[in-house]
């Protein structure tokens, strides 16, 4: 196939476009400068923009996030390339930029698109739904969730049967199957790297029995049952669709555990089990709620209140290790764990546990570089000096924010996108004044996740 080859120039490329890569691309084009916006997914909003609600307050997450997500979107200094992805960037002589960006082809012009959802409902395939981690399916034509961004329908092309139900069904005719990915040659000033974290995989313990036993799930799954946008209306346990009467978490799940590579703390899985929790209780008022952890690290504004709320609640909380879950014939769970109080082996039965998922860093940022970009011992993105310049990676120019440089909450991931674009500003700075400010610097505040 040809390719589309393009040059294009901006004074600023951002890549990933969650919380923290929204928030310093507002910045930037507050200030008066052109920003790509780069982001590998069908919608902007990051893993923020899936949650249900902001630990401590309880503020609804996509309240925050969509208004911020829509300001994006309109804004005349930030142009955003969804389904992309960006290589071989390449610091030049003079200090500024070169990379190659690939925009990948949607089968859907996104102009003319009006988010009907008919080619969804004539699309007579059904695969795992990602957006909703599995827990129903979707069609091949679909639109990704309900408030995305861009909110238009995708074509998935790799599980479509290329039957044509959705270009017959489709009233505006704007489904191409010849369109074919856009290659650009970019040209920028300064990077700022906001590619965020990966979820821990737990089929690497298998002694949870994470996809073996059905009523086993992440927290991110069961984030996705609570939250408005949720695929069903209540809480469900896969294995029969009953509601669960008894629910254990399993904090540290991939965190703090050198055997399977991350032996740090995520900082945020005690908090949102504990948010998680506090919302079942509300959404199944006779439910027992079960906590095992190892060290409860409340350590924020507001979270050892949040903590102690949860407690008065009646949420159970054990210092317990788990050992092995096993499955019983009605599909409850056994847990086999040793209490740490009592100092004895002990096992409860619970018919739905959730696995509270640590972060990882995501490996991606380091291979769009030509130049070696300086990773930390845990991988995440390296800060060069973490005083004086927190957000300064290992090349000049290149600025981290969010989660690329460590695992943090959203207010942290905020205000580390508000230093990488301060920071990336003042690099700019010294070579040409910027355009007239069109508005302040936007540095926002929200809740944990």
């Known amino acids: 196939m040809n390719q589309q080859k393009k040059n294009i120039t901006y004074d600023a490329l951002v890549i990933g476009a969650g919380i923290a890569g929204g928030e310093a691309a507002l910045n930037l084009a507050n200030t008066g400068y052109k920003v790509l916006l780069v982001e590998k997914d069908d919608s902007v909003g990051g893993k923020m923009i899936l949650l249900s609600k902001v630990f401590p307050t309880l503020d609804c997450s996509a309240c925050i996030t969509t208004p911020k997500v829509s300001e994006i979107s309109r804004h005349p200094n930030i142009n955003i390339f969804t389904g992309s992805r960006v290589d071989n960037i390449k610091k030049q002589d003079n200090g500024e930029f070169t990379a190659n960006v690939y925009k990948k082809p949607r089968y859907v012009r996104v102009e003319d698109c009006t988010a009907c959802q008919k080619c969804e409902q004539a699309c007579p395939?059904?695969?795992?739904?990602?957006?909703?981690?599995?827990?129903?399916?979707?069609?091949?034509?679909?639109i990704p969730f309900s408030i995305c961004s861009p909110k238009a329908a995708v074509i998935d092309i790799e599980n479509c049967t290329l039957c044509g139900a959705c270009e017959r069904a489709c009233p505006t005719n704007c489904i191409d199957f010849t369109m074919e990915e856009e290659t650009y040659d970019l040209h920028v000033k300064t990077v700022l790297l906001a590619t965020g974290f990966n979820l821990f995989d737990p089929l690497k313990m298998p002694r949870y029995g994470f996809g073996t036993y059905k009523n086993v799930l992440t927290s991110m799954q069961m984030e996705r049952q609570i939250a408005p946008t949720r695929p069903f209306h209540t809480i469900l346990r896969p294995s029969d669709g009953k509601m669960p009467d008894k629910i254990a978490y399993v904090l540290c799940t991939g965190s703090r555990d050198a055997t399977i590579g991350n032996p740090i703390c995520s900082q945020i899985c005690c908090m949102?089990?504990?948010?998680?929790?506090?919302?079942?209780?509300?959404?199944?008022?006779?439910?027992?709620?079960?906590?095992?952890?190892?060290?409860?690290?409340s350590f924020g504004k507001g979270f050892e209140e949040f903590y102690e709320q949860a407690k008065g609640m009646g949420v159970n909380f054990v210092k317990g290790k788990i050992g092995r879950i096993s499955e019983k014939e009605n599909g409850n769970l056994t847990l086999r764990y040793e209490d740490i109080n009592a100092g004895?082996?002990?096992?409860?039965?619970?018919?739905?546990?959730?696995?509270?998922?640590?972060?990882?860093?995501?490996?991606?940022?380091?291979?769009?570089?030509?130049?070696?970009?300086?990773?930390?011992?845990f991988n995440f993105v390296g800060q060069t000096d973490l005083m004086a310049s927190p957000a300064q990676t290992s090349i000049e120019g290149v600025f981290v924010a969010g989660t690329a440089s460590a695992p943090m909450d959203i207010p942290d991931a905020i205000l580390s996108a508000g230093s990488a674009s301060s920071e990336a500003i003042s690099y700019l700075m010294k070579d040409a004044a910027p355009q007239p400010p069109k508005g302040g610097v936007n540095v926002g505040l929200a809740s944990g996740c």
């Open 125 to 142: 395939v059904s695969v795992k739904d990602q957006y909703q981690f599995g827990l129903v399916g979707r069609k091949a034509a679909y």
């Open 272 to 297: 949102y089990s504990i948010k998680q929790a506090q919302l079942l209780m509300g959404a199944l008022p006779m439910a027992d709620i079960t906590i095992y952890y190892l060290n409860i690290r």
């Open 344 to 377: 004895k082996l002990k096992e409860a039965e619970h018919d739905m546990v959730v696995l509270s998922v640590g972060a990882l860093p995501n490996p991606e940022a380091d291979g769009m570089f030509l130049d070696k970009l300086q990773l930390d011992k």
